[in-house]
């Protein structure tokens, strides 16, 4: 088998760049990237690249050079699931909102569609890709699936799970660690690996057995929750003693064998990945009824909870115990710098515990829109959504959310938030002007010079 087209079932922020880069470096191989949202397809369409569904530094250039030569989007499944020798399944799976797992398990319905999807359609042999972060043995379950078909196809099932960050994708995707590539069948691992090798050092390109693969994934993620929950927890000991968390992490990483980073302290990790894999860890943990393994992995989360919870509790408490009627700037709603992904953005639950204080909130982002924001408060249920949008405004420029606030509260570490100019904003505001820095990106001593009561974590 030739590999000359492959499909990607999902054109999220891991299928878009994912195939962007693969097209990009593999011009022989037609790439089409499938979706059921005929809206999101129409926006990867678009002639105009600055209304690309997602925002990811470097994509569009590259989405201009490959799409309509090798890079395609299109909402006809099935004519893209025939012709392709390889399917990356690159769908969500988020965790269960229902039923036996509800709020720890990943909801794999639409994982499974797809392999039912891929195992009408096939008249041909295929390897199929898992892309999506899955629980452990869930390919047993797409394998079950496909090998059913009572046809005499044969189906390659390869665990490929992505570690791309959101506002890196592409340097991540272009210089990646290691791609980790993990089956049964040797022929297959094989193609795979020969897509990869058209930019990727051998040595890079790691081959396992399929669980491992799995497990890796979740793995990762879970340790680089671990570390930002680890300095967080130390944070808060920090806002007691007078030291610095800042200096704490820097003298830490300092330590080879610990390492410089994931050691900002900050008002809580957010993303589609984090707590979900974790959930999903403690999840699978439970259900071969290992406990402490599983208490060990849920204190990550319980921990990241607390953070955001006590971030707006400290707010509270220094804006002399009440925030009610009070104007708060939020400065970002992203749940970091370079996206306009807002899954599990620390801000929206930071807003909901203001709002639920009466704050009047006022909120810039450079890249979500008003609607993205009142829809992540929407979906948390706590209130009516005209409730939402008079306790939410939407600021168009930093300057207009900060005019006669109380306080600023810094939610997403946007460059451009450093070199804004403080004193002119430090004029707009009432008196005390408090800033409240979820991300300790400003300098204190500045701050307090220009006239600000600066609170930052961990200082
Ligand atoms: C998601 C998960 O969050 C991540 O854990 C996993 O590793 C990959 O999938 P992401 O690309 O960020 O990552 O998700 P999202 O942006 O929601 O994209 C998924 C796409 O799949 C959506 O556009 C959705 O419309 C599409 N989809 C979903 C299908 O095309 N078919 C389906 O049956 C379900
Ligand atoms: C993560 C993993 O890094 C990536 O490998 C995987 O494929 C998907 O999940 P992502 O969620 O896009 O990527 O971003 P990441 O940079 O990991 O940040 C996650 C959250 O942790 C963000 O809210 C970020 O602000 C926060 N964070 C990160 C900190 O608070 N402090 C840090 O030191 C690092």
Not at 281 to 293: C, F, G, Q, R, W
Not at 421 to 429: G, N, Q, R, S, V
Request: aromatic share 8%; glycine share 6%; charged share 25%.
């Amino acid at each position: 088998m030739t590999i000359k087209n492959i499909c990607c079932i999902g054109a999220g922020y891991v299928g878009g760049p994912t195939m962007a880069v693969i097209a990009k470096n593999n011009p022989n191989i037609k790439v089409t990237i499938v979706d059921i949202n005929a809206e999101r397809i129409a926006a990867w369409n678009d002639p105009d690249l600055n209304n690309l569904p997602i925002y990811e530094p470097g994509l569009a250039d590259i989405v201009a050079e490959t799409r309509g030569e090798n890079l395609f989007f299109s909402t006809a499944i099935d004519a893209a699931i025939d012709e392709s020798e390889m399917i990356f399944i690159s769908v969500n799976t988020p965790t269960k909102t229902y039923g036996k797992g509800k709020g720890m398990a990943a909801d794999l319905k639409y994982i499974e569609l797809c392999a039912r999807n891929i195992a009408d359609v096939a008249k041909t042999d295929k390897i199929v890709v898992e892309k999506s972060t899955l629980p452990v043995r869930t390919a047993e379950a797409i394998k079950s699936i496909l090998h059913n078909t009572g046809n005499a196809i044969n189906f390659h099932i390869l665990s490929n799970p992505e570690f791309l960050a959101e506002g890196t994708a592409v340097s991540d995707l272009l210089n990646p660690d290691r791609v980790l590539i993990g089956g049964e069948n040797e022929d297959a691992i094989a193609q795979l690996a020969n897509v990869y090798a058209a930019w990727v050092p051998e040595d890079k390109i790691l081959k396992t057995n399929l669980w491992s693969s799995e497990l890796s994934k979740l793995t990762a993620n879970a340790f680089l929750a671990q570390r930002v929950s680890s300095i967080n927890a130390i944070s808060e000991l920090c806002e007691h003693t007078e030291a610095n968390v800042n200096e704490v992490a820097k003298a830490i990483g300092m330590d080879s064998r610990i390492g410089p980073k994931f050691l900002n302290a900050s008002i809580g990790f957010g993303g589609s990945c984090f707590q979900k894999d974790i959930l999903n860890l403690v999840y699978i943990a439970k259900s071969y009824n290992l406990t402490e393994v599983a208490d060990y992995w849920e204190q990550v989360i319980i921990m990241n909870d607390h953070q955001k919870r006590r971030f707006s509790d400290r707010l509270i408490k220094t804006l002399y115990n009440t925030v009610s009627g009070k104007k708060i700037a939020m400065l970002g709603w992203a749940f970091k710098k370079d996206t306009n992904d807002t899954r599990e953005s620390a801000a929206i639950y930071v807003a909901d515990h203001l709002l639920n204080e009466q704050a009047e909130l006022s909120v810039y982002d450079p890249k979500v829109s008003k609607l993205k924001m009142q829809s992540d408060l929407n979906y948390l249920n706590t209130r009516s959504e005209s409730e939402n949008e008079t306790g939410l405004q939407t600021a168009h420029t930093p300057y207009e959310a900060v005019k006669e606030a109380h306080a600023i509260a810094i939610m997403t570490e946007w460059d451009e938030f450093k070199s804004y100019d403080w004193k002119a904003i430090y004029k707009e505001m009432k008196k005390p002007a408090f800033i409240f820095d979820g991300r300790n990106i400003l300098d204190k001593k500045e701050m307090n010079a220009i006239g600000f009561e600066y609170y930052a974590i961990g200082q």
